[in-house]
């Protein structure tokens, strides 16, 4: 009888290990699957933002080499009425697309800083459920 009984307390106590395990083993796919959806985040976040410097550094160099090949032109001696007339009308466009350019940098800077501030956020919740 005491064999009968020991084999079924070993049976019982096999039984709630495996419900403790089972428990922690849906604990941890529930902290994994939280821990992807943030990494998801993280990783969607900064390519976003990454895509908008490039295109924002990309349309600072168009905007340097027109202003070089604007001053070169200026500095042309033989500059006639009609390319003077030429020059201001390039010029009022070079001043707006500079106006533009500067309104879309202003934009960017307020926007990486809350995007910063939000990758930050996300980072720090990844920490702490780590």
Do not use: G
């Amino acid at each position: 009888m005491d064999n009968k009984e020991t084999l079924q307390e070993e049976n019982k106590r096999w039984h709630e290990e495996h419900f403790t395990w089972r428990q922690e083993a849906e604990q941890w796919e529930h902290e994994t699957r939280r821990l992807l959806a943030l990494l998801y985040l993280l990783e969607r976040a900064l390519p976003e933002h990454t895509s908008m410097l490039n295109k924002h550094a990309i349309l600072i160099a168009k905007n340097e080499q027109q202003l070089k090949n604007y001053e070169c032109d200026i500095d042309d001696e033989q500059a006639s009425v009609t390319s003077q007339k030429q020059h201001a009308e390039f010029h009022q466009k070079l001043s707006k697309l500079h106006e533009k350019t500067k309104q879309e940098h202003l934009k960017l800077r307020r926007t990486y800083s809350e995007e910063m501030s939000r990758f930050k956020a996300l980072i720090l919740k990844l920490l702490e459920e780590c």
